[in-house]
């Protein structure tokens, strides 16, 4: 009877140590809380980072997840279809950039050319923050067909820009902005002087004059271009 009494608790470990676990983990399915949030979050900065350097549209889901080192049901179970995936990106990512941007034409609504020397600043700033930015934008933002531009026109429309465009005309109005300056150029111009050299430095890093520039200096050569155009010195104020 003492035998058969102590096999009887051996006999139910089993049972009660398989109601005591944790079912098991269906393939791909995070375990939810705090982690899952992050792996989110992760995915999202390796698909960014994936899209700046070969481009959206040579850029899968499951190359996604060979980079995040998960499986492709991790990533799908987060993202369906890229299209669902570039519109998080576009909320969570891009839209942010987008309103710090605009704060600097709302913070300086009455000095066009304090706001403008600051969206130079501003540029290099999110750049700096966000390593995807640069590369990302030439890559996608400025091509024909860039599966980005599309995304973003068709999920955030055109307003904001239209709202931009008038505020550097009316400007031009004022007197208080150069009327020989194409609205509709201002911003590809800022970008052309901040994000394009910034972007290319990645290839100068060789090179022996241009190896040695940086974010200030292109930053110092925007501005200086910007505030002071190509004379040989800076205008001096008049003395009466």
């Known amino acids: ?25 269906r393939p791909g399915r995070p375990t939810g809380g705090a982690g899952g949030i992050d792996q989110r979050s992760r995915l999202l900065d390796i698909a960014l980072t994936l899209f700046a350097r ?50 600097v034409f709302k913070a300086h609504a009455d000095d066009p050319v304090a706001a403008i020397t600051q969206l130079v600043q501003r540029f290099m700033d999110i750049a700096a923050e966000h390593p995807w930015f640069a590369p990302l934008w030439i890559r996608e933002v400025i091509s024909e067909n860039g ?44 970008l052309g002087l901040t994000i394009l050299p910034l972007t290319a430095a990645r290839t100068w890093r060789k090179d022996p004059v241009l ?11 925007a501005l200086a271009l910007l505030g002071y155009g190509i004379g040989p010195q800076r205008p001096t104020s008049k003395k009466h």
Do not use: C
Request: aromatic share 4%.
């Open 1 to 25: 009877m003492a035998s058969r009494n102590s096999d009887k608790p051996a006999a139910r470990e089993p049972n009660a140590a398989k109601k005591r676990g944790s079912a098991p983990r």
């Open 54 to 103: 070969q481009g959206i549209a040579d850029t899968t889901l499951a190359a996604i997840a060979r980079e995040a080192g998960v499986t492709p049901a991790m990533v799908h179970y987060y993202f369906k279809t890229r299209d669902q995936l570039l519109d998080l990106l576009i909320e969570e990512r891009f839209l942010p950039v987008r309103v710090s941007v605009e704060s």
């Open 147 to 190: 599966l980005l531009k599309q995304q973003i026109r068709k999920r955030l429309g055109d307003a904001n820009q239209h709202s931009m465009l008038e505020s550097i005309a009316r400007w031009q109005t004022e007197g208080r902005l150069n009327a020989d300056l194409e609205p509709s150029l201002v911003f590809l111009s800022l």
């Open 211 to 221: 190896g040695q520039l940086g974010a200030k200096e292109i930053t110092r050569h």
